[in-house]
């Protein structure tokens, strides 16, 4: 195992992160504060408790995870794939350094900026909601899962883009409408019946249900299932990116 | 040290960049690559170190498979390549310390300071790297690739935008490394740059080796003396005495120009001018040229085409 470099790569990834700090927290952190303002603090109060909870408190696991999974996207995406586009890729493909080494050291800096900025927008949270923590060791545990798995989803679409138009294609048409419609601002037992269904299929309520449970002991979903759902898209991820090393696809002419 | 056999690449597009190439490396020898544009340098360096994957054939770094034991073959080797694909916002410091890591060795500061400084780069070391020029950002490379003290160095085009005086000190760097046991391989389209660095000299032209030689073999197998007289007046026709002879009347037919193999060294030429006084061919100055490596190398690619 070459730690050395495993080291040098998570370094890079983290000073990259410290020079765009502006970009890389405090505007999604804002952004997302914005949210507990409108929602929690102005009109929460007229909108009705769903499931015993404050419209402000509940919609805060479901925004926590739509911020945490989109950057872990765009953070995994980016990282790898402006090495290829400024060619400096070239100098990590020469490297002693197994595909292993290169995704967890990627996508491990990846899970760490979106853990730590998961954390902040909890911590923002904080100031304009109530809020309070049942589970505070399973909602890290889902928190650092997701950040995971879509940190090696976002590593797989920056490998598979071949320019800056397709990386940002699967976040904004698949990724940011399945977010809005996982249940971040709703519970789905307030869709009609045939939706309730249909939304079963989108792999993001299974997080946010099971996000929302470690908070507030109430789950859409049986949190079981979720747990599974959760480890079955991350084993599906790994299957991927092994089998694309494997093939060199993209990476290597 | 290095050791290529049978290797093929066919590109996606289906074109073929090398067909069948063998070639062997001696350790601690100076190796130059030369060939015109697209015979596919590059893609056979690439291959070597990994950044492309080969069709057919195998490379083998000091015993290991560069594909089987890539982090043996790997480790051993360091890449500068032909374009200047730097990060942009790095520091000159952390760049070079961040390639070391990734070869996979520990952090070893006096290392790098005696890298860069050997570089001329040490007063620039915490400047971000897009504010280097592009001789700097060469040097770079160089630099990035030396960090982790490789055994075999690959430079690909190492002086292609460097001037003059920059192209001297390279040199140097790259004999003293030599001196250290360091196996090195340049390409370049700067012959006299072969012609003064290597030791042995390979031919590549449309995805084939033509050549694999000794400097000095090449040049004294295929170089050719030319022996130029000034007459005193004119001739227009060669009288049968000297029809044995390569000679050639120049245009205006002040001059005789006679050729000879550089391998026999007199190349006969007491025999000549005795033969021109007989014939009463009287010259009053003569001097001789040795073709150059530009002028064999050229004369081979375009044999072959
Ligand atoms: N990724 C690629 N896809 C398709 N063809 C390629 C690719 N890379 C190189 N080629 C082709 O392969 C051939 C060899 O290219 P290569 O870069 O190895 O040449 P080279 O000898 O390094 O040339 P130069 O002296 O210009 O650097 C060229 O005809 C080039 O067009
Ligand atoms: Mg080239």
Redesign the interface.
């Known amino acids: 195992m070459n730690f050395h470099a495993i080291r040098a790569i998570y370094k890079f990834e983290m000073s990259r992160t410290r020079r765009t700090l502006l970009q890389s927290i405090v505007s999604p952190v804002l952004s997302t504060s914005l949210y507990f303002v409108v929602f929690g603090s102005a009109i929460g109060s007229r909108i009705t408790d769903i499931d015993g909870v404050t419209y402000g408190a509940f919609i805060v696991p479901g925004l926590i995870m739509l911020s945490t999974l989109t950057t872990s996207i765009s953070n995994a995406s980016f990282a790898i794939y402006f090495p290829k586009f400024t060619g400096t890729i070239y100098e990590l493909l020469s490297a002693p350094v197994s595909y292993f080494e290169i995704v967890v050291s990627y996508v491990g800096a990846a899970a760490t900026k979106s853990l730590i900025l998961g954390l902040l927008i909890l911590g923002t949270a904080h100031f304009f909601v109530p809020l309070k923590i049942a589970h505070p060791v399973w909602m890290l545990t889902f928190l650092v899962l997701t950040a995971v798995t879509f940190s090696l989803f976002g590593f797989m679409i920056g490998i598979w883009a071949d320019g800056f138009e397709k990386l940002q294609m699967v976040p904004l048409l698949i990724v940011t409408p399945l977010t809005f419609l996982g249940g971040s601002f709703y519970s789905i037992h307030m869709l009609p019946p045939f939706w309730q269904k249909v939304t079963l299929f989108n792999p993001v309520v299974y997080l946010i249900s099971a996000f929302r449970w470690s908070f507030f002991e109430r789950a859409d979903v049986n949190v079981g299932i979720s747990l599974a759902m959760t480890f079955g898209f991350l084993l599906l991820c790994m299957a991927a990116l092994r089998w694309i090393f494997k093939t060199g696809y993209r990476l290597k002419a | 040290m290095l050791s290529v056999s049978n290797l093929s690449k066919v ?2 597009s289906g074109f073929q960049a090398l067909k069948r190439v063998n070639l062997e490396i001696r350790r601690g020898e100076i190796f130059a690559l030369l060939g015109p544009n697209g015979a596919g340098k590059t893609t056979l360096i ?1 291959i070597v ?5 080969a069709t057919e054939g195998r490379v083998v770094v000091d015993g290991h498979d560069n594909v089987r034991d ?6 051993k ?1 360091g ?1 500068v ?1 032909q ?1 200047l ?3 942009a ?2 520091s000159v410091w ?1 760049a070079v ?10 952090p070893n500061p006096a290392h790098i300071e005696t890298i860069l400084k050997q570089l001329s780069l040490w007063d620039k070391k915490d400047n971000k790297i897009m504010t280097l020029s592009g001789g700097m950002k060469r040097r770079l490379l160089i630099a ?1 690739a030396l960090s982790h003290e490789p055994e075999i160095l690959f430079l690909d085009e190492p002086t292609a935008g460097v001037d003059v005086e920059l192209r001297r000190d390279m040199w140097e760097l790259v004999r003293s490394l030599r001196d250290k046991g360091v196996t090195i391989i340049l390409t370049t389209h700067y012959i006299e740059e072969a012609e003064e660095m290597a030791d042995r000299i390979g031919v590549i032209s449309r995805g084939e080796i033509i050549l694999v030689e000794d400097k000095r073999e090449i040049i004294r197998k295929l170089g050719r003396k030319q022996l130029t007289l000034h007459l005193q007046g004119k001739v227009d026709r060669l009288p049968e005495s000297l029809a044995g002879y390569r000679l050639e009347i120049a245009p205006g037919g002040a001059e005789l120009v006679y050729t000879y193999d550089s391998q026999s060294e007199s190349g006969g030429i007491p025999a000549l001018l005795r033969d021109l006084h007989e014939a009463g061919i009287e010259f009053k100055d003569l001097n001789t040229d040795q073709s150059s490596l530009e002028e064999i190398f050229v004369s081979l690619v375009r044999e072959k085409r």
């Open positions: 590109y996606a690439g170190c990994g950044v492309v994957t890539y982090r043996a073959a790997r480790a080797i890449l390549p374009e694909t730097t990060d916002f790095e952390n310390s961040f390639s070391r890591g990734l070869f996979g060795k520990p990035k």
